[in-house]
């Protein structure tokens, strides 16, 4: 049974840090992209950052691009989202989705991943 599992989110000041982490199991991942969404309240959801474990190519939104970044630890089959000089706008919940490399184009189509974690809430206060 495949799982995506998602933690480290919380609430912090604009400015500060979180570090977010994906647990991959019940298969191996390496032809799959990885992807980290965000939703905020009243808006779709939407990709921040994007990592394609067969060929090592990321991807960020111009929103996040110079402030997170996307790693991963192949030993721990894990994905994490660094996230600094957070920003209010950054609230949202966070979620760790996972796609077959193949199928995922441009890291930006939600319907291309299969996988879904169940989300981790990022708060960051003004």
């Known amino acids: 049974q495949v799982q995506l599992t998602e933690s480290g989110g919380g609430l912090v000041q604009a400015g500060g840090s979180l570090r977010l982490s994906c647990v991959a199991s019940?298969?191996?991942?390496?032809?799959?992209?990885m992807g980290w969404f965000r939703q905020a309240p009243g808006k779709e959801r939407d990709v921040v950052a994007g990592f394609n474990w067969s060929n090592g190519v990321t991807y960020y939104s111009d929103s996040v691009k110079g402030r997170f970044t996307i790693s991963i630890s192949s030993a721990r089959n894990t994905v994490y989202l660094q996230m600094s000089s957070l920003k209010p706008e950054d609230t949202a919940v966070y979620y760790c989705?996972?796609?077959?490399?193949?199928?995922?184009?441009?890291?930006?189509?939600?319907?291309?991943?299969?996988?879904w974690g169940q989300g981790t809430q990022v708060t960051v206060s003004s």
């Open positions: 019940g298969r191996s991942f390496s032809t799959y992209v």
């Open positions: 989705a996972a796609g077959l490399s193949g199928r995922v184009r441009n890291f930006r189509g939600e319907d291309e991943y299969d996988y």
